[in-house]
Structure formats: C-alpha cells, structure tokens
C-alpha cells in the first residue's frame, strides 16, 4: 500500500452542476451527489472533486465566490454537505473541495469593505490603483483593471470584473484566507484543488507584460504573463498552506497552473517544491493540446515524467470543465476514446477523470444564444465557451436523463440515450464497463499504480510502448494508435523475457501468450502485458 492516498490515486471529477439535479429546478446539487455515491462506489474511485459549491453570484458559476464557508443555496445546505463528507467516508471515498483563492466574487463582504474607503480595515485585501498602473489583460477579455467609483480607484482582476485579486503580499489577506480554509479542514474535508495557484502573487512593481509577438495572439489574450503571473512570491506562500494542511492528517493539495499554451510542465512541477514542501499534486495539461499520436504523446509524456521526476507524484487527466470532452476532440471516435483511457490508467502517479468520461459522453452543442459562460459569450465563435464540456450526465433514458425532473440548465449532449448508465449497465462491451474493467485491474495492481514507467522504441513508430515495473515485476503496455494493422518486435532491454502474458486488451483476446518479436496489433486496439 502506498505510504499517502493521493500518490496513486483516482479522483473524479463532478461538476456540480450538472450531475444530479434532486429538486426539480434543472440544477444538479448535493442531495443529487449524495444519491449517486453508490454509482460512484462501483468505479472504484479513491475520491471526488467537486467544482466550487460557495455562496456565489454565478457570475462564474462558482469560480466567483462570496463566502468560503457557506453553501449556495442552488446546491444545498452545510448540513447537505456534512453529511455528503460523511457518506462518501463510509464509502471509502474521500471529498475535495475546489478553492478559488486567487480572487473572490465582487460580492464577497471582504470586497465591499475594501471598497469602502482606503481607510478601512480591508483596505488592502484587493490590489488597488490610483491610476490604471500598467497593460495587464484579463484572462477572460479586456483590461485587468476596473474603475470603483465608491473608492474612487482601480482594481485588479486576473478574470472577470466580477473577480476582484486578493491582496497575497498583506499578511492580514493571507491570514484571512487560511482561516476558510482552516474551517473546511476541520470539517474534515480531504483536501482542496487550487484553481489558478501560480497567479496568487503579483508583481510588486506592477510592471508591463510583453505582447506576445509572432504566433498568431488569441484575441481574449495577448500578452506573456510574466508579472501577474508566477512570481517567486507565490512559492513562498504555498509553502505556509503546505505547512498548514500539514497539521492535519493525510490531506491533500492539487493546485491548477495556468501555463501559456502549448503548455510548460517544468513550470507547473516546479510548484511541487523541492522539499515536498508546496503542492502535493499539480495539473499538466499537455495531453489535452497534443494531437492523438504515438510519438506526440510519448514526447509529452515522457517530458512530464522527467519534470516530477522519480520521487514526486504525476498527475494525468484528460479533460475537466475548461477543456473539450476527449471524445469530442477525437471527434467521436470511440476507439480512440479508449485507447487514451488505457494510456491515461497505466500511468504512474494520480489520475482525473471528468464526470461522463466514462460514458465517453461528447460535448453538448451549446448555441450563442443559449450559452451561459461568459467566456463564450464575449468571444463566440473565437472561443466556443466552456458550456459545452459542462453538459448534464446521462444516467438513464427519455426525458432529462435521469439528471432532472424539470428542465436542465443546460442542454443534453446529442442523442444521449445512447451513452445512458442505464443502457451501458446492459452492454457488456460498453465504454462503461471498459472503464470499470481498467479501474478494477488498477486498483489490484501495484505495478499500474506505483510502477517506474521507462517508455520503448519498438520497429513500429506508431505504437506507443512502455513498460511498468517494480523490481522484476513487470507491465509491458502497447497501443497502436494508427488506422492501420501494425506488426512490432519489442526490444526489452531491461528483462531477458521473451514471452509474455496478455491481461488487458481492448480486443477480446485476454490470457493469451505472445512473442515479443512479432506482435501483431489492430487500428486503434492496445494491451496490456504481464512479463514472464
Ligand atoms: O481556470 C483557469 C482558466 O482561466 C483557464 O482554464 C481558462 O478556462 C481557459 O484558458 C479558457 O480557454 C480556472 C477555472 O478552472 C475556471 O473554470 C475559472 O473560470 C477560472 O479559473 C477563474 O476562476
Ligand atoms: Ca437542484
């Protein structure tokens, strides 16, 4: 067994949203999750991350919070999530809460008293200016600062205008900050994802991005964030939560590094600190922008590995709430889907699913008129916006897929019937079950889990190998991930085996012994290997 949960763990991911609506107002909600742990409990899952559930205006839908240490009511009560953290437990599932730390909501009392005047006692929670200090743009369109006309000044916001940055160099702020999460701990809550960790710190001097020249700029964002973004301070600080959560017992942090794109693992792995003295775990989004092939993702893979290194914990994800479904990136076709759920479940290291994900559910088509996030608001057809990959999960068939009674905030993905728990419950061979098959042979492998991974180069430059192994214990893993029959030989030098043992296949082939000098592999199928 591993010495800490999170070094081999599963986390799924819910947004709360639209996972299980309980009271018929088309919002998914607590009581909703409370009623579908026992769903979750057969995926094997280690625990939940659940997208913010604070009092909010939604400006964000939750990314935006008002208070830290109360529920929204379209979620529930702090009763509902009591007793959510005490069923999961008994399930041996463990909660983790999404803390949104970088800004609060306009709406939050800290905001209201900061704006008030520049004597008050808040004063300096927020970044504020006399003047607009520099060409900061937010992330999410437009200046970074905002004009008050109460406080007669501008402040700072990374996002939104709605999503005014705390102040993290006033050590009353941070003082402020840990108590929230000072009172989720004690509610015994598991541990928290950090949305947008390595923003939290600014530049003292507030000095100019450079523009991004060259590449052609995304219009919601143009510039390198080097100054609000990264700086050596925000270490620093991750050092005093990590000491923090440390006074508590098996807690866990994964912060969310919001990297310029195409992605800078070492950047986000060098939030793990040294020591293991900052993050637990961080997020590396590469796979999610690299086109589905052997070579790329073995690059990427192996890039992210060297950037952990052997003594930190990887973490691998696919997709989440800001990033298109995976199938629909691999534009529906399933075979791929399960080919990158293979790769994703051998690796070393902590692993996220995305609610739906096992269903292989799709993005749903969401219009401009019909678009909640302001991101795809403000810039369709540019970007599409996020609501897509937040549609409702399909637990069963016919009107509102079991997520609702009434009529769901947010439209269903294309005939979704056919991804339905229900349906896939029946199939055998449905993405379903696929899913549950990999989890289980996780959970009772070692190796899968905890297992070096050194990747191979076999004859064939379109299958993606790799073995896994602890001592002489060993996985050899091989997709091919072409359209095409693709015949290797696998040199191991690491073993004298020469024969091995299949124990996973996306073909039904299980049990069968194979020659490792010329295997032979359909389009888009993969094994799974025990060595002998
Ligand atoms: O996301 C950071 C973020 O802004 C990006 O992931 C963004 O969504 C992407 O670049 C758009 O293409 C976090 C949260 O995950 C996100 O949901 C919030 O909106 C954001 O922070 C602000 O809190
Ligand atoms: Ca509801």
Redesign the pocket.
Known sequence: MAENWWQDCVVYQIYPRSFQ???G?G???IP?IIQRLDYLQTLLIDAIWLSPIFLSPMADFGYDISDYCSIDP?FGTMADVERLISEAHKRNIRVIFDMVLNHTSLEHPWFAESRLSRQSEKADFYIWSDTIPNNWHAAFGGRAWTYDSTRKQYYLHSFLPDQPDLNWRSSKTVEAIFNQLAFWLDKGIDGFRLDVINCIVKDEALRNNPKIIGSRPRPYDMQRHIFDRNRPESHQKLKMLRKLIDGYDQRMLVGEIMVELPGEPELAASYLGRFQDELHLCFDFSLAYTRFSAVKWKKVAKRWYEAVGKHRVPTWVLNNHDIPRIVSRLHGNEEKARLAALFLLTQRGAIFLYYGEELGLPNSKISRAAMHDPLGKRYWPFHPGRDPERGPMVWSTGEGNGFTTGESWLASAKAANRYSVENQELEQDSMLHFYRRLLSLRKEDEVLRNGLCTFIDTSCMHILAYCREIGSDQRLILLNMSNKNQICSVPLVQTSAMQCELIFSTEARSGRMDDLHAIQIGPFQGRIYRLL
């Open positions: 609506d309980s009271n107002d919002i998914g909600d909703g379209v």
